[in-house]
């Protein structure tokens, strides 16, 4: 492939830090991010910590295998009640956010903690195959001060998942105005070892296995001091392509970079899943839901999109 010729924007760049079995992401999020984020009216506090939630998913969705839907989703008391970021297998990116507004305001322009933007609350991981699957969550308490160090917190307690991430969200106005969004993000997972025993006959420990370990653990170290030195502006640089920036903090350690993953924002509502749901609602309550127009109105959280159901017989009507 002729790397340059590569997308620079909303993509996931898979890399590989070759000698230590280190497998790398990094995410680079634009015109997606900001399709996404003008959907609603955010202030600019609810539009950073969505921007964030929505390049985790993306940077966290291309570690796992799976064929479904990848989500982040906070819940909390505080002004910012719920947020929701999730990534379909193919690439499809979405998310909203649930806001008290005269609360957000109280809380200014400038960097607000997780704990301040959220309350006390939760932070959720959860991978959705469907119905046939079971359906994996993992849940930590957002008690850092930014959602990516939540995550970090988490990677802690987990056994099966050692992980390091850095988010980056960028929002300048243009010419008119207009706050443009851009993100990006890195992140360096650990894979199991492939010598879990580390032992010899009769149980006394193999020195090359001990040499080996000790040497993969200092490329972790290193791989992490290297990922923390990427400056926020140049995760989220538009002239910096993304293939450059991994070589530049990974290519004295060995480093492998692989095709990059499409990212678009997609929404999933369909008309035909809203009038299912419709036809689970009594007629008689579903006749006062009527606008001026005669129809009813049904808004998806997700894009903003109206869709109008006119005719309520034809919604009854068996199938």
């Not at 480093?255 to 997609?266: G, K, M, S, T, W």
């Not at 579903?286 to 159901?309: K, S």
Request: hydrophobic share 45%.
């Amino acid at each position: 492939m002729n790397i340059d010729e590569l997308p620079r924007d909303d993509i996931v760049l898979p890399f590989r830090i070759v000698p230590f079995a280190l497998r790398g992401r990094l995410v680079r999020l634009g015109a997606t991010l900001d399709t996404i984020l003008h959907r609603h009216a955010y202030p600019k506090l609810v539009a950073q910590a969505l921007a964030e939630a929505l390049t985790m998913a993306a940077a966290l969705a291309a570690t796992l295998k799976y064929d479904g839907v990848f989500s982040i989703q906070t819940k909390g008391d505080g002004p910012v009640k719920m947020l929701v970021a999730d990534v379909t297998s193919d690439g499809a990116l979405r998310g909203y956010a649930q806001f008290d507004a005269a609360r957000v305001a109280e809380l200014g322009e400038g960097p607000v903690s997780a704990p301040r933007l959220f309350g006390a609350g939760y932070l959720a991981f959860t991978v959705d195959q469907g119905a046939d699957m079971e359906r994996y969550q993992g849940i930590v308490e957002m008690t850092e001060p930014t959602l990516a160090e939540c995550a970090h917190h988490y990677f802690r307690q987990s056994e099966q998942f050692e992980a390091g991430l850095k988010v980056a969200v960028s929002g300048m106005p243009d010419a008119d105005g207009t706050m443009r969004w851009r993100a990006g993000a890195i992140m360096i997972q650990r894979l199991p070892p492939e010598d879990a025993q580390g032992s010899a006959e009769g149980g006394d420990v193999d020195p090359l296995a001990a040499a080996r370990r000790e040497e993969e653990e200092d490329g972790w170290r290193r791989a992490m001091i290297l990922m923390g030195s990427a400056k926020a502006q140049e995760l989220a640089d538009a002239a910096l392509p993304p293939w450059k920036l991994v070589d530049r903090l990974f290519l004295a350690e060995g480093v492998e970079i692989y095709r990059p993953l499409a990212l678009a924002h997609r929404c999933r509502c369909d008309p035909a899943r809203m009038r299912q749901v419709l036809r689970t609602i009594p007629r008689a309550e579903l006749e006062t839901m009527r606008e001026p127009d005669g129809a009813v109105h049904i808004t998806c959280e997700f894009c903003n999109t109206t869709q109008l159901f006119a005719d309520l017989d034809a919604l009854y009507a068996p199938t």
